[in-house]
């Protein structure tokens, strides 16, 4: 067997960090590398589901892999469910881990394991990776300036920004504090940064989590981000006060786009964990350039009714046209029934479907906008983006880049 560097790539299992990772590791095969993908079992067998079954066999020397992460198949892993899966992938994903590699080292098919690229919130590969003296890296697919906000937790606490003293903190003004001492972040204030900060609970889980993978991150000093040094070249700057080397490789969505291109083989391999209704293609190229909205919220966020109500008027009020994708499971307490007057409203110009294939509307010549919580997978045309726990928070920071978004909607606080 010819010998080639073999990276094994392993995302968080949620969509919005798999998509990076998959693109990555496309990257890294079209340069030669073996790739062994991984993916959670439960994760797996949504994606048998819900993809074409060319997509989970991998090419020559692209494979996929499961590892479990401890918790019972009757978990829905959903928004709600994040807390307990951090809990449990720690031990019980690092165990099946460190049997993965062990297998892939004794096999005679694969080349020996040449390096782990990990996720930035999975470094509990860290340990593993050290065991059997493997490099690894750590792949953090949030932007630049989000990641800086990630890296300046363990100061909030140790300054008493955190954690909130009640619960009034949320709603009595004290988010819109300033935070001045963080480099290169000026006019930077608490409602900017990442929402895990928002708790009274100084033992809060998803706070906790991310603190200490930031922090296993600065003990690599190296780290890859999906951005591009033009776009966020002043926090980069700063960064590399923290690390020795970063590397920005992004868009990867363009860079993908081209690899692609040159490989026809690459196409088939995809991971959609929502099955994509490609029919919205068909509807969009009816429209004219740049003129629809696209929303779509993401793989994770739950909704009140009261808020998708809300959500819905604001668009229909608007009156541009737009693709709206609303999850089967996006509402938190039940399905929601679009009323008819809301269907009349929108007729003729809006279109309403579980998932779709998000890259190709968003790449759409008809799609002028989009409102979504898809990071930075994509950051080609205008772009109005959220966490996934930071639902709406900043709406009202927003201007008319985007001219749907023209009335305060507020923080969403629950309210």
């Not at 960090?17 to 067998?45: D, Q, R």
């Not at 900017?192 to 809060?204: E, G, M, V």
């Not at 363009?254 to 919205?280: G, M, N, R, V, Y």
């Amino acid at each position: 067997m010819e010998w080639k560097p073999h990276a094994v790539c392993i995302p968080l299992p949620a969509q919005g960090h798999i998509n990076p990772m998959l693109k990555l590791a496309k990257l890294l095969h079209s340069t030669g590398f073996h790739i062994t993908f991984v993916h959670t079992e439960f994760n797996y067998e949504r994606l048998v589901k819900t993809t074409d079954e060319a997509s989970m066999m991998g090419v020559e020397d692209f494979q996929f892999v499961t590892v479990s992460d401890g918790l019972p198949q009757s978990n829905p892993r959903g928004i709600l469910d994040l807390p307990a899966l951090c809990v449990s992938m720690p031990t019980h994903c690092k165990n099946s881990f460190r049997k993965l590699i062990e297998k892939l080292n004794s096999s005679a098919d694969v080349p020996p394991v040449t390096c782990v690229v990990s996720d930035g919130v999975m470094s509990f590969t860290l340990e593993v990776a050290r065991e059997f003296n493997i490099p690894e890296i750590l792949f953090f697919t949030p932007s630049a300036c989000g990641m800086w906000g990630y890296l300046h937790f363990d100061e909030l606490l140790q300054r008493g920004y955190f954690p909130f003293k009640d619960e009034s903190w949320l709603s009595n003004g004290y988010l819109d504090t300033i935070i001045d001492w963080i480099p290169s972040m000026k006019g930077i204030r608490l409602k900017d940064l990442p929402t895990f900060i928002r708790t009274t609970n100084r033992d809060d889980t998803m706070f906790n989590y991310n603190l200490e993978s930031v922090n296993n991150a600065l003990k690599t000093g190296s780290i890859i981000l999906n951005t591009f040094d033009d776009l966020e070249q002043e926090v980069l700057s700063a960064m590399k006060s923290k690390f020795h080397n970063i590397y920005t490789i992004g868009p990867l969505s363009l860079l993908s786009e081209q690899i692609i291109s040159c490989e026809a083989k690459f196409e088939s391999i995809e991971a959609s964990l929502w099955k994509e209704d490609e029919k919205c293609l068909e509807w969009l190229d009816k429209r004219d350039a740049r003129s629809v909205v696209y929303v779509n919220y993401g793989s994770l966020i739950i909704m009140t009714l009261k808020q998708l109500r809300e959500f819905a008027w604001g668009l229909a009020n608007s009156k541009y046209s737009f693709l709206w994708v609303i999850r089967p499971n996006l509402v938190n307490g039940g399905t929601e029934i679009i009323s008819q007057d809301f269907l009349d409203e929108i007729k003729d110009r809006g279109l309403i479907l579980d998932w779709c294939p998000q890259e190709k509307v968003v790449g759409h010549p008809s799609i002028g906008g989009f409102l979504t919580h898809c990071g930075w997978n994509s950051i080609t045309g205008k772009h109005f983006t959220w966490g996934a726990h930071d639902l709406l928070a900043i709406f009202c920071r927003t201007t008319n880049e985007l001219p749907l978004l023209v009335h305060k909607v507020g923080d969403w606080n629950g309210d």
